[in-house]
């Protein structure tokens, strides 16, 4: 039995071909339609007597996944209510969240997938994705072809060192690639068929977790060296061979790894990082934005970073990046960019940093404390992303507002709690000429009468639809370009209304169709660079809005 459904008036295979019957019908999330099966599919399928007489409409089941979730008391319970159905039935979960992406969006991903991850072997129900240890090791292309589906287009990986801020969670982190790939569905409409969550569970350095009995990953402390760079090679090696035309993204691995591994594969296969790489692009957006109501270049910033870890030099790389495209040297684009990390001002009289903050450390007199950094260094933006919450106090807002007409401040460190400075507090300490960017969500905000709309820096404005983009070219590998052109379109679908509140990001709700434009924006850039494999379209838009998965149940006429 081949389901089938309509793209675009073209006729193709919406799922993988499959012959289930009966009751392992219903046990294929992704052929299931529970209640929604016809009379008629029914007494073919062999599923008379499977389940309860009537025939709900998907719609109706909708419903009753939402009015369920809604009456839930906490997000937790919201989170596992639709990871079960997620386990049950494909179709419906897409259908529910992509309806409403703005209200699900904080339960299948963060904050409330931190807590699933904290809580994974407690909650375990079923398990979901691949887990590679080093029991494996020689036999890992044995371990992928394991993998039911052979036509995997993303891979998203952790090996849980660095899970969102929460740390080392071992095999537990595997709630991660598991929801940032429904989120590739979701939001960039990658067919959930091609998506392959993996975790390389290196053992955990994480006492509590070694501690505990319900802990479902392997019972060691964590392989460093030369054994943890032969297990990823060995994985990406086998991933080139059992998935050729996969990209493969890495996400939540420890800084030390983060950004060697990105060096070591970049330029070798299709792959990035979403810490590194797709939080640069949703910042720059911003930027971008920002840039729409100030008038300035982006290469007329000075960017002053609090924090100097895998999201503030991602988000520097891109910049100059992005600099040197729009017409600046690397050494003055470099120069634009200035760093606080946890000790002091980044500057070249340091002996003490770590390899990633060295390009930029510039000359300069040490600086201990950031309202001092700003006074010296005189800012056009100021990015949070230390992960410390309240950095941005009221002087420093001030000292922004006093050397700008519009001070840009991002406090991008999550969660909410974690925020270097509240909306509410940026508006008022800079009288309401901040242009600000949360990491976050926060409430809109009103300021001598007038409503401010602060926007979200969520990566999940990039990464499903740069996924998406790789996807319809066939890119053969995943560079800086595409993500600032990402970052470019993603800014032009901001509306001069939205500006004008104060938002520098899209609604959420319009998602897809911002995808489906940052997706044709990098497969552009795959084309002109001879990067893409994949024949070229005159309409690429429309290809990619053709290929995007739809939550609709196919039929089995
Ligand atoms: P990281 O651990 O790699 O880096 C943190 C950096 O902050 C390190 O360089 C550390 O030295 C520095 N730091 C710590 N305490 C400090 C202090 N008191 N003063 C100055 N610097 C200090 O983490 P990361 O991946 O770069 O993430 C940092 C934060 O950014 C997190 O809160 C994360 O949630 C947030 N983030 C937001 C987005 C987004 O908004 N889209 C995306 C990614 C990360």
Known sequence: MTPRTTVDGEVRTAQPESAKRGADLLHDPLLNKGT??????????????????????????????????????????????????LDRNETLFYKVVTEHIEELLPIIYTPTVGKGCQLYAHLFRRSRGLFITRQEKGMIRDVLRNWPRRDVRVIV????????????????????????LSLYTACGGVPPWQTLPVTLDVGTNNQALLDDPLYLGVREKRITGKEYDELVAEFVDAAQEVFPKALVQFEDFANHNAFRLLHEYRDKVCCFNDDIQGTASVTLAGLYSAGRITGRRLSEEVILFHGAGEAAIGIADLVVSAMMADGSTKKEAMSRCWFMDSKALVESARKDLQEHKRPYAHKHKPVGDLLSAVKELKPTALIGVSGKAAQFTEDIVRAMAT??????????????????CTAEQAYRWSSGRAIFASGSPFAPVDFEGRRFVPGQGNNAYIFPGVGMGAIASGATRITDEMFFEAARALAARVSSAELERGCLYPPLTQLREVSAHIAAAAAQVAYQRGLATEPRTKNLLARIRGLQYKPEYPSYA
């Open 157 to 180: 990986v952790t090996d849980g060192e660095r899970i969102l801020g929460l740390g080392d969670l071992g095999a537990s982190g595997m709630g991660i690639p598991v929801g940032k």
């Open 403 to 420: 050397l700008n007409d519009r001070p840009i401040v991002f406090a991008l460190s999550n969660p909410t709690s974690n925020s270097e």
């Open 36 to 85: 929604a099966f016809s009379r008629e599919e029914r007494l073919r399928l062999g599923l008379l007597g499977l389940l309860p007489p009537a025939v709900s409409t998907a719609e109706a089941q909708a419903e009753r996944v939402l009015r369920n979730v809604r009456k839930r008391p906490e997000d937790l319970d919201r989170y596992v209510d639709l990871l079960s159905l």
